[in-house]
Structures are given as structure tokens and as C-alpha cells.
């Protein structure tokens, strides 16, 4: 069985402006790689519903998992639940264990459970609660979507939760080696060596920096022994054009 | 006459395997938010030419502007300039002034402008070049797709030269408001102040830090006045509750 697919989208207008660098499309793709998830496509969409449901509807027909982050918080641009119950053709109510999880919190702190912040107990009929150990308003799982926090450290919290409901797959191994080397006097032996390694995906990615060029050579693939066999002939690559390989 | 959108395409497996934090769709971001144009997407595909093609059409179709970045390196794992090639119905071939740029580079280096470096100087026929101050080998245009580097360094220098290729927009102005508040105890006067002033978009970002939460607001428009206003309306909102506003 071939390793499940997930996509990422993004939902959130301070993205497309440039004000807010997106991180948690990385913060995703590190959760799923030792989980053997293949992480193919990222989107980043505005806060409009049409684009969200547009967005949604494409990808979780293709893929194993979406995951998205934004838009589920109490003001009146946190479009994404009712989003996706459009884009699901459900309906959307304040859910009753979501409702008592914020009731309790707010009046812990002495604060207004208020109707802006019971929009948060929104969640499409069907769906499954994620667990939000940070500021308790939950995210929420409906057939292959499972619908995350914006705020970083909210949405890498909620991984816990949903972690168990994962299918997984064969873990990617990868092995990373650098050299300072331009690119150009390895790119015919690196052509080379992925036709010999056809199930190790090699990767070249070059870097200027103040102190030197040079490059990065990525081997990844699911068997560990092409892995390295791969990596051995990078190595023995880099060495013949009098070059130090360093594995990062 | 509306402004004009764009989409951003970033091809690269480093980004969807979560080794390399995608920066280039901010840096975008920026640069096309104060020319009046509008970023309505972003995506990230994988090195996989059906991929990128298919993401290419769909995009291009869409928007007025489409800005890929990443793969077109000397090394194998660099297809996008024929996916884009592929995905217009057009030929590629070694361009005459890309060829001439690259010996010359190369000779002043002392180094060999072999078959794979010349790999740089496949262009879609019809493309026009796009200047590459930082390493010479060019991006290109082709109709409303623009091809950058991936390498952020290069990706950056390459917007000067086509920066005068785009037509312009009215620019959004927006006015951010920080204050140590919680999102619930304003987010209906918020939601009341987006309906008053319907041209400017009014998002509310919250954030968890060690020393505390709070939110900040941006209004965003192209009217400066109404940005204004919406402004002077949010922070009256926020000492309405105790808080006292901040402009960043």
C-alpha cells in the first residue's frame, strides 16, 4: 500500500499581504515526514468563502489528509468552519462539548462567554473535536479535513490530538550532505547517480552565502540502504571534483 | 479598472519535505503589495512536471500575474523551465543571449560552461529574459508568468528588472493597532466597525506571548481616509474596554 498523500492549506488574508510570514505549512511538513505522510501540495487562500470551499473541495478529493490552519477564532473574519460545512454540504451548530469547554474557561477567568466567542463552538455536524491545550477553543476532524488553529503554537499543540488518527506510511530516510562545490562540475554526475537510484530522489539546492558558495545534496527515499548507497556515491562524486564532503 | 492579481507558484520537494522554510512567497508578497497588485494565492508543488503544469494552467488562466520560483538550477532536478515550456504548447531551446551571458560568466571564472550548465539557458521560445544580477543565469517571461529563481538571494534580485514589466494598482494603505486585549471582548464591535466600513478589510490577529496576549488589528483599503476612519474606530473600540491602543 503507497504511503497516504496530504495537503496543506493556509487560510488567511495577513499571508497573500505579506504581513505575517506563514509557518505552519513547515511546522505541518515536519509533523508528517516521520509519519510516512507525503506532504504534495501547499495552498494559501484569502478569507473568502468561495476561494476556501474552491480550495477544500480540490484538495480533499485528491489527497489522503487536508490540513488547514486560520480562520477559527471569535471575530467576524474567522470564515473556515462554516467554510468547510459549505464546502461539505452540512449543516453547522454550536456543538454541545465545545460549548461546555469554553463556558467552563471563560468563567474560570472571570470573563463574558459572549456570542462572538460561542462562534467558536461552531462546528459542522459530523465533525470530531481536536483538542486545543492551549487556549482550549477546539480545532475539529470531519471525514479527511482536520481544520487547525493560525496561531503557531495553538496549531502545533493540536498535533497531539490528531497524531492517533493518522493512517501512516513508510518513513522517508534521508541523509543531507554539503560541500563547497559549485553545482555546475557535480550536475552531470548527479543526473547520473539518480538514474542509478531510482527510488532515492536526489535533490541539489545551492547556497550564496557571505563566506562561500556551495551546495546541499539531499537523498531521501524509503529504503535506508538505497539511501545510503546514494549518499556513498555523492560522496565518492564530491570527492573526485576535490571536494570535502560534510554530512549535516 | 480593477487591480491586478496574482498567484504565486513555488516548485520545490525541500518545502513540501519541511527541510527548507519557503520565504520567497513572502518576499513576493511584499514587493507586489506596494505596486497596487493584488495576491490572491499562493501554492507549492513538487519537482514532477505534470504537477507543476497543472498548477501553471490553472493559475495563469486565473490571474493577471503568476510568479514561480525555484528549479531552474543545472541539475536534473530543475524542469521548470520545460514544464512551463510544456505547459504553454510552446518549444524550448538553448536562448542565444542567455547562452552568451552564462560562457561569459563562465570563462571569467575559469570554468567549464559544460552541458549541464548550459541546461540554464533553455528558455520557452517566445520567453523574454529576466536579469539575474546575483549569478547571471536568467529568469524569463512568458505572456503573464514570470520565472525566478528559487534561491531567496537571486529570487529578490531579479524583481528589479521586471518590476517595471507590471501594470500597477491603486495601493492599499492599512494602519496596524496592537493592544493587550482579548480577541472576544471586542470581536463584536470589530464585527460592527467591518460592517460600517465595507471598503476596508479589518482583521483581527491574535498572539500568546511569554509576557502576555493581546491582538492586533489592521485595517487595509485603498482609501486612505476610510482607513483612517476604520482606524480611529478601532482604537475608540479598544479604550471602550480599558485598553489602550498602540499603532505599529
Redesign the interface.
Known sequence: MSNPTAAVL?IG???????????N??TL?????PLGIT?????????EQD?IVAALNALRARYTYVFTSGGI??????ITADAVAAAFGVSISHHPEAMALLAER?AARG??F????Q?MARIPDAASLIKNP??VAPGFQLANVFVLAG?P??LAAMLADLAPRLRRGAV?H?V?IAAPV????I??G??AL?QRFAEV????????RPEGYGVQL?A?GISPEAVEAAAAGIEALLRSVGAQPVRL
Not at 13 to 23: A, K, Y
Not at 29 to 33: E, I, K, N, P, Y
Not at 182 to 185: F, K, P, S, T
Request: charged share 25%; aromatic share 8%.
Open positions: 493556509v488574508n495577513e499571508i497573500l499581504s505579506g504581513r505575517t510570514q506563514d509557518t505549512s513547515g511538513a515536519r509533523f508528517l515526514a506532504l504534495c501540495e501547499i495552498r494559501v487562500v484569502g478569507d476561494e477564532g471569535p471575530t467576524h473574519d474567522d471563560y470573563e463574558d459572549n456570542p462572538m466567542r462562534r492551549v487556549s496561531v503554537s495553538v522517508m534521508s543531507t559549485a553545482e555546475g562540475d550536475a552531470a548527479l543526473a539518480q530522489s536526489i535533490g541539489s539546492y545551492p547556497y550564496y539531499v531521501r
